[in-house]
Protein backbone atom coordinates (compact mmCIF):
# COMPACT_ATOMS: atom_id res chain seq x y z
CA UNK A 1 0.00 0.00 0.00
CA UNK A 2 1.62 3.61 -1.18
CA UNK A 3 0.45 5.42 2.14
CA UNK A 4 3.33 6.58 4.44
CA UNK A 5 0.95 7.16 7.85
CA UNK A 6 2.56 9.63 9.99
CA UNK A 7 0.59 10.54 12.81
CA UNK A 8 -3.15 9.67 14.00
CA UNK A 9 -4.97 11.97 12.10
CA UNK A 10 -3.25 10.81 9.12
CA UNK A 11 -4.52 7.35 10.19
CA UNK A 12 -8.03 8.63 10.89
CA UNK A 13 -8.11 10.38 7.21
CA UNK A 14 -7.14 7.06 5.66
CA UNK A 15 -9.71 4.62 7.88
CA UNK A 16 -12.64 7.32 6.86
CA UNK A 17 -12.21 6.77 2.85
CA UNK A 18 -14.47 3.75 3.65
CA UNK A 19 -17.41 6.11 3.95
CA UNK A 20 -16.76 8.00 0.71
CA UNK A 21 -19.74 7.58 -2.15
CA UNK A 22 -18.23 9.31 -4.65
CA UNK A 23 -14.27 9.60 -6.39
CA UNK A 24 -13.58 12.17 -7.82
CA UNK A 25 -10.34 12.14 -10.58
CA UNK A 26 -8.31 15.40 -11.78
CA UNK A 27 -6.68 14.50 -15.68
CA UNK A 28 -3.43 15.64 -16.69
CA UNK A 29 -0.96 14.51 -13.74
CA UNK A 30 -3.48 12.29 -11.88
CA UNK A 31 -4.17 9.84 -14.88
CA UNK A 32 -2.78 11.00 -17.41
CA UNK A 33 1.25 11.79 -17.80
CA UNK A 34 1.08 14.72 -20.59
CA UNK A 35 3.89 17.04 -20.98
CA UNK A 36 3.58 20.61 -19.91
CA UNK A 37 4.45 21.63 -23.36
CA UNK A 38 2.39 19.33 -25.45
CA UNK A 39 -0.23 21.69 -26.27
CA UNK A 40 1.87 24.12 -27.74
CA UNK A 41 3.80 21.65 -29.22
CA UNK A 42 0.58 19.82 -30.82
CA UNK A 43 -0.63 23.07 -32.31
CA UNK A 44 2.06 23.61 -34.11
CA UNK A 45 2.03 20.39 -35.51
CA UNK A 46 -1.64 20.87 -36.24
CA UNK A 47 -0.98 24.68 -38.22
CA UNK A 48 2.14 22.85 -40.49
CA UNK A 49 -1.10 21.90 -42.78
CA UNK A 50 -1.69 25.24 -43.51
CA UNK A 51 2.05 26.81 -44.16
CA UNK A 52 4.64 26.03 -46.43
CA UNK A 53 7.63 27.41 -44.22
CA UNK A 54 8.89 28.20 -40.88
CA UNK A 55 8.43 32.23 -41.07
CA UNK A 56 4.45 31.34 -42.01
CA UNK A 57 4.28 28.67 -39.29
CA UNK A 58 6.04 31.33 -36.62
CA UNK A 59 3.48 33.67 -38.15
CA UNK A 60 0.16 31.32 -37.54
CA UNK A 61 1.48 30.17 -34.04
CA UNK A 62 0.95 33.75 -32.46
CA UNK A 63 -2.26 33.45 -34.28
CA UNK A 64 -3.56 30.49 -32.38
CA UNK A 65 -2.18 32.12 -28.94
CA UNK A 66 -4.33 35.18 -30.04
CA UNK A 67 -7.69 32.75 -30.65
CA UNK A 68 -6.52 31.08 -26.82
CA UNK A 69 -6.43 34.62 -25.76
CA UNK A 70 -9.95 35.67 -27.10
CA UNK A 71 -11.53 32.49 -25.70
CA UNK A 72 -9.90 32.69 -21.87
CA UNK A 73 -10.64 36.23 -21.90
CA UNK A 74 -9.01 36.04 -18.18
CA UNK A 75 -11.47 33.54 -17.18
CA UNK A 76 -8.92 30.63 -17.51
CA UNK A 77 -11.47 28.47 -19.41
CA UNK A 78 -10.40 27.16 -22.90
CA UNK A 79 -12.91 26.27 -25.32
CA UNK A 80 -12.74 23.00 -27.20
CA UNK A 81 -10.07 22.65 -29.92
CA UNK A 82 -12.42 22.46 -32.49
CA UNK A 83 -13.79 25.84 -31.40
CA UNK A 84 -10.31 27.34 -31.55
CA UNK A 85 -9.92 25.78 -34.81
CA UNK A 86 -12.63 27.08 -36.24
CA UNK A 87 -11.79 31.10 -34.87
CA UNK A 88 -8.59 30.75 -36.46
CA UNK A 89 -9.76 29.86 -40.01
CA UNK A 90 -12.21 32.95 -39.77
CA UNK A 91 -9.04 35.20 -38.96
CA UNK A 92 -7.63 34.13 -41.71
CA UNK A 93 -10.59 34.38 -44.39
CA UNK A 94 -9.93 30.33 -45.11
CA UNK A 95 -12.78 29.00 -46.90
CA UNK A 96 -12.78 25.32 -46.40
CA UNK A 97 -15.14 23.14 -44.63
CA UNK A 98 -12.86 20.43 -43.87
CA UNK A 99 -9.99 22.37 -42.62
CA UNK A 100 -10.93 22.58 -39.36
CA UNK A 101 -11.85 18.41 -38.98
CA UNK A 102 -8.62 18.07 -40.37
CA UNK A 103 -6.59 20.28 -37.93
CA UNK A 104 -8.28 18.79 -35.23
CA UNK A 105 -7.34 15.40 -35.93
CA UNK A 106 -3.68 16.04 -37.61
CA UNK A 107 -3.28 17.87 -33.45
CA UNK A 108 -5.27 14.87 -32.02
CA UNK A 109 -2.61 12.70 -33.93
CA UNK A 110 0.20 14.58 -32.61
CA UNK A 111 -1.54 15.09 -28.57
CA UNK A 112 -2.15 11.33 -28.29
CA UNK A 113 1.18 10.04 -29.40
CA UNK A 114 2.89 12.02 -26.79
CA UNK A 115 0.59 11.14 -23.23
CA UNK A 116 0.62 7.92 -22.31
CA UNK A 117 -2.18 6.73 -19.14
CA UNK A 118 -0.56 5.73 -15.25
CA UNK A 119 0.23 2.09 -15.18
CA UNK A 120 -1.87 1.83 -11.97
CA UNK A 121 -4.77 3.74 -13.91
CA UNK A 122 -7.14 1.43 -15.76
CA UNK A 123 -6.91 -1.50 -13.29
CA UNK A 124 -8.10 1.09 -10.42
CA UNK A 125 -10.73 2.67 -12.33
CA UNK A 126 -11.77 -1.02 -13.77
CA UNK A 127 -11.88 -2.20 -9.53
CA UNK A 128 -13.29 0.56 -8.21
CA UNK A 129 -16.21 1.02 -10.72
CA UNK A 130 -17.32 -2.24 -9.78
CA UNK A 131 -17.99 -1.01 -6.11
CA UNK A 132 -21.06 0.93 -5.25
CA UNK A 133 -19.47 4.50 -4.92
CA UNK A 134 -19.96 7.20 -8.10
CA UNK A 135 -16.71 7.93 -9.83
CA UNK A 136 -16.31 11.64 -11.56
CA UNK A 137 -13.51 13.65 -13.64
CA UNK A 138 -13.16 17.20 -13.05
CA UNK A 139 -10.44 19.01 -15.45
CA UNK A 140 -9.75 22.19 -17.15
CA UNK A 141 -8.64 20.62 -20.47
CA UNK A 142 -10.82 21.20 -23.33
CA UNK A 143 -13.78 19.13 -23.62
CA UNK A 144 -13.34 17.70 -27.40
CA UNK A 145 -9.38 16.56 -26.24
CA UNK A 146 -10.78 15.15 -23.24
CA UNK A 147 -13.32 13.05 -24.48
CA UNK A 148 -10.97 11.85 -27.27
CA UNK A 149 -8.15 11.00 -24.81
CA UNK A 150 -10.47 9.09 -22.54
CA UNK A 151 -11.77 7.11 -25.52
CA UNK A 152 -8.15 6.63 -26.95
CA UNK A 153 -7.10 4.99 -23.96
CA UNK A 154 -10.48 2.94 -23.06
CA UNK A 155 -11.05 4.77 -20.00
CA UNK A 156 -14.20 6.82 -20.88
CA UNK A 157 -16.62 4.12 -19.41
CA UNK A 158 -15.91 3.92 -16.28
CA UNK A 159 -16.77 7.83 -15.14
CA UNK A 160 -20.39 8.49 -13.86
CA UNK A 161 -19.71 12.21 -14.73
CA UNK A 162 -17.33 14.13 -16.46
CA UNK A 163 -16.91 18.08 -15.16
CA UNK A 164 -14.91 20.01 -17.51
CA UNK A 165 -14.39 23.79 -17.32
CA UNK A 166 -15.09 24.52 -21.22
CA UNK A 167 -18.59 22.92 -20.80
CA UNK A 168 -19.66 24.41 -17.29
CA UNK A 169 -18.20 27.80 -18.51
CA UNK A 170 -16.55 27.91 -14.70
CA UNK A 171 -12.90 27.36 -14.26
CA UNK A 172 -11.40 25.02 -11.64
CA UNK A 173 -11.63 26.39 -9.16
CA UNK A 174 -14.33 28.30 -8.76
CA UNK A 175 -17.53 28.40 -7.31
CA UNK A 176 -19.18 28.08 -10.34
CA UNK A 177 -17.45 24.79 -10.90
CA UNK A 178 -17.82 23.33 -7.30
CA UNK A 179 -21.26 23.85 -8.17
CA UNK A 180 -21.34 22.01 -10.98
CA UNK A 181 -19.11 19.10 -9.40
CA UNK A 182 -21.52 18.93 -6.14
CA UNK A 183 -24.57 18.65 -8.24
CA UNK A 184 -22.52 15.53 -10.19
CA UNK A 185 -21.84 14.11 -6.96
CA UNK A 186 -25.27 13.58 -5.67
CA UNK A 187 -23.64 12.81 -2.30
CA UNK A 188 -23.10 14.99 0.41
CA UNK A 189 -19.71 16.84 0.02
CA UNK A 190 -18.15 14.75 3.34
CA UNK A 191 -18.48 11.81 1.52
CA UNK A 192 -16.38 12.99 -1.79
CA UNK A 193 -12.79 12.61 -2.09
CA UNK A 194 -11.17 14.42 -4.44
CA UNK A 195 -7.82 12.95 -6.24
CA UNK A 196 -5.60 15.27 -7.72
CA UNK A 197 -1.93 16.08 -8.00
CA UNK A 198 -1.71 19.89 -7.82
CA UNK A 199 -3.33 22.71 -5.82
CA UNK A 200 -6.01 23.79 -7.22
CA UNK A 201 -7.30 19.86 -6.83
CA UNK A 202 -7.03 20.32 -3.39
CA UNK A 203 -8.73 24.11 -3.33
CA UNK A 204 -11.44 22.43 -5.26
CA UNK A 205 -11.54 19.98 -2.59
CA UNK A 206 -11.66 22.69 0.33
CA UNK A 207 -14.27 24.88 -1.80
CA UNK A 208 -16.32 21.93 -2.11
CA UNK A 209 -15.79 20.68 1.32
CA UNK A 210 -14.76 17.03 0.51
CA UNK A 211 -11.31 15.47 1.46
CA UNK A 212 -8.51 15.49 -0.61
CA UNK A 213 -5.93 13.02 -2.07
CA UNK A 214 -2.75 13.88 -3.79
CA UNK A 215 -0.89 11.52 -5.90
CA UNK A 216 2.90 12.68 -5.97
CA UNK A 217 4.35 10.81 -9.23
CA UNK A 218 7.62 12.01 -8.81
CA UNK A 219 8.33 9.78 -5.83
CA UNK A 220 8.55 6.11 -5.22
CA UNK A 221 8.07 6.87 -1.28
CA UNK A 222 4.77 8.15 -0.64
CA UNK A 223 4.97 11.58 1.62
CA UNK A 224 2.82 13.76 4.23
CA UNK A 225 1.11 16.34 2.39
CA UNK A 226 2.63 19.89 3.90
CA UNK A 227 -1.23 20.85 3.98
CA UNK A 228 -2.70 17.78 5.76
CA UNK A 229 -4.29 14.96 3.67
CA UNK A 230 -3.47 11.49 2.57
CA UNK A 231 -0.39 11.10 -0.04
CA UNK A 232 -0.08 8.11 -2.25
CA UNK A 233 2.15 7.15 -5.41
CA UNK A 234 -0.08 4.50 -6.72
CA UNK A 235 -3.39 4.95 -7.09
CA UNK A 236 -4.27 1.09 -6.34
CA UNK A 237 -3.78 1.81 -3.23
CA UNK A 238 -7.32 3.50 -2.83
CA UNK A 239 -9.35 0.64 -4.25
CA UNK A 240 -9.41 -1.60 -1.29
CA UNK A 241 -10.71 1.16 0.94
CA UNK A 242 -14.24 1.21 -0.72
Not at 36 to 53: G, V
Not at 188 to 200: A, H, K, S
Request: net charge negative; glycine share 8%.
Amino acid sequence: MSFLSTNEADDDAWSALGEMQCLIFDLDGTLLNRPQSLPSEANKEALKLLCTDSSELSALVSKMREVSAQFTDGKGILASKTHQFQRLIAMLGIADDSLCDRLFQKYMEYYLSKISVYADVTSTLRNISGQSIRVGLITNSPDDIVVAALKHFGIHSYFDFIVVASLVQFPKPSTGFCQNVLESAGCEPNRILVVGDGDEDQVTARMIGARFCRVSRESDQSVRDPNGGIVVNDLGSLVGCF
